[in-house]
């Protein structure tokens, strides 16, 4: 099945400052690659994500660029704000059909925006 | 506004008894998981479910069982809990599309605790 990996697993920035996350994949019929942030004491939501047909996404301070060749994705939040700490999780789903509707995810990013 | 609930915030119980948690969807959503989160591990997938009476075996399913009798309602059974089953249990549902959405959409979790 899928494995993917996230790294790093911790990450602080000072305020303004970007951050990037990166994961890999290694299943290569994996086609959407969606990222979830989960604050504290919250639930995940998805933040941003993209398809294989598309190299880059973005949606204003965060942004998202996907290279299949070499199965990884990353995460880039420019101009980090407070409420950006939180911890970030990537993962990985295979096309829409039979049982192939699950994600998997990475292990997780907590990123610290210092002020 | 999507709305996924499970039945309790907190549970504590005792090794060896039999441990029901319920989430509920109120979007009508076909797809339905139950997740554990524990640090560093990220989000690992037990069971999933596509429709009613029929369940996938996720990454994790040891130890769990499932039930969906109701397109809404998907439960997660710890037939004998044991300590290693202390861990945040995460509900999550989707809607099956061949489109673009293919967001998962999460309860706020239960904190399960097995002394």
């Known amino acids: 099945g899928e494995n993917v990996e996230q790294h790093p697993s911790t990450l602080s920035v000072q305020e303004g400052d970007s951050a990037v996350i990166k994961c890999t994949y290694s299943?290569?019929?994996?086609?959407?690659f969606p990222w979830y942030k989960q604050e504290l004491g919250k639930r995940p939501q998805l933040i941003i994500d993209?398809?294989?047909?598309?190299g880059e996404k973005k949606d204003q301070r965060i942004a998202v660029t996907l290279n299949k060749t070499a199965k990884h994705f990353s995460l880039h939040i420019t101009e980090t704000q407070p409420e950006d700490s939180a911890v970030y999780f990537c993962?990985?789903?295979?096309?829409?059909?039979?049982?192939?509707?699950?994600?998997?995810f990475g292990s997780g990013t907590q990123l610290t925006v210092l002020p | 506004d999507v709305k996924v609930t499970q039945s309790s915030r907190y549970l504590v119980k005792r090794t060896g008894e039999k441990v029901f948690l319920e989430c509920v969807q109120d979007?009508?959503?076909?797809?339905m998981f139950w997740y554990r989160q524990d640090p560093g591990l990220g989000l690992r997938l037990i069971y999933f479910?596509?429709?009613?009476?029929?369940?996938e075996k996720g990454d994790i399913p040891e130890g769990y069982s499932v039930s969906r009798e109701k397109k809404e309602r998907f439960s997660l059974i710890l037939e004998s809990a044991s300590t290693n089953q202390t861990s945040m249990y995460l509900c999550?549902?989707?809607?099956?599309?061949?489109?673009?959405?293919?967001?998962?959409?999460f309860g706020p979790g239960t904190r399960l605790t097995v002394t």
């Open positions: 999550a549902s989707s809607r099956w599309t061949s489109g673009s959405n293919r967001e998962q959409y």
């Open positions: 299943d290569s019929a994996s086609n959407y």
């Open positions: 993209i398809r294989s047909n598309v």
């Open positions: 993962a990985a789903s295979g096309p829409l059909t039979g049982s192939a509707r699950q994600l998997t």
């Open positions: 979007m009508d959503h076909e797809n």
């Open positions: 479910s596509y429709d009613v009476k029929m369940k």
